[in-house]
């Protein structure tokens, strides 16, 4: 896990909070949601890969078949 991925999480989640207040804002908390949604989705595919990753890493680096 390094500096720049745990920066994009925090970005997208930054993105996602200033989209929900500017959607509760304009009275559409249901769009506000899917937003929600949509952001965590994208953060656990970023997280799943890492961890991919991880595991990759730990197979090579064991020679684990």
Known sequence: MNFYM???IAGIGLLVGILVMVLEQA???DIGQLTVLAGLVVVLYIVVQAVAD???LVQSVFQIY
Do not use: A, D, E, V
């Open 54 to 56: 991880l595991f990759s």
């Open 27 to 29: 009275n559409r908390k």
């Open 6 to 8: 745990i920066m994009k």
